[in-house]
């Protein structure tokens, strides 16, 4: 199926912890995001990558790394977890005349 | 500052009534405007409009794009139980070269039966 795909669904951590996810989209797409979404469903752009190139970077805490080993994968590293970063966080993909397609989230619990 | 605004923010509705949505915007040379509906997972994408003017049509949902007034609507027609969601707007990505889309908060859909 042709589709952007994210790794794990759910992560339950603890503060302090370190933890990854990771991004894969097939649809041929030379664009790559995060966004988060927080309780009220407000979707926020954190990275934009544009053909593994770091194109977008908003205001984000340097604990959170993208990286982009190719223009079809997109992995989000965070350091040291907090409370506040627990929120749903979307990988999604666009191409030049195409919407964005999101993947299905990964939900990150922070205790 | 690029802003995407949505409204109203809720609203309730009875199964068979017409809703509007609306979505204004503050962003300059974008390519194209984005709806989207989510569930309880992620957005699933209804519309895509880049012309002003052009009315896009798939079903009972509607919407047009007015980049005179920095505008879009987006119309439900007989509105049924499984339209509660939240619809969301998104404008972008800039033709100057930041790619990025910028969504509104969202306004929460409940139809009721």
């Known amino acids: 199926d042709t589709a952007v795909s994210q790794t794990p669904k759910y992560l339950v951590t603890q503060m302090g912890n370190d933890k990854s996810i990771k991004c894969e989209q097939n649809?041929?797409?030379?664009?790559m995001y995060w966004y988060k979404q927080d309780s009220k469903k407000f979707l926020k752009i954190m990275f934009s990558?544009?053909?593994?190139?770091?194109?977008i970077n908003e205001t984000v805490p340097n604990r959170f790394s993208p990286k982009s080993p190719d223009k079809a994968h997109l992995n989000l590293h965070i350091n040291s977890l907090e409370l506040g970063d627990s929120a749903v966080y979307f990988c999604?993909?666009?191409?030049?005349?195409?919407?964005?397609?999101f993947g299905n989230g990964t939900r990150l619990t922070v205790t | 500052e690029d802003k995407v605004v949505q409204s109203p923010l809720s609203l309730v509705v009875h199964e068979g009534d017409t809703v509007t949505l609306n979505c204004s915007y503050e962003?300059?040379?974008?390519?194209?405007l984005l709806w989207y509906k989510q569930e309880k997972k992620a957005p699933t994408f209804l519309f895509m409009l880049?012309?002003?003017?052009i009315e896009k049509k798939s079903g009972r949902l509607s919407s047009i794009l007015d980049k005179k007034e920095l505008f879009s609507i987006l119309n439900i027609t007989a509105t049924q139980t499984g339209d509660s969601a939240v619809y969301l707007c998104?404008?972008?990505?800039?033709?100057?070269?930041?790619?990025?889309?910028?969504f509104g908060t969202g306004t929460r859909l409940k139809v009721l039966a």
């Open positions: 999604a993909s666009s191409g030049y005349n195409s919407p964005l397609h």
């Open positions: 649809l041929g797409h030379d664009t």
């Open positions: 990558y544009n053909n593994k190139e770091l194109i």
């Open positions: 962003v300059t040379n974008f390519r194209s």
């Open positions: 880049t012309s002003s003017g």
């Open positions: 998104a404008v972008g990505p800039s033709t100057s070269g930041t790619y990025k889309y910028i």
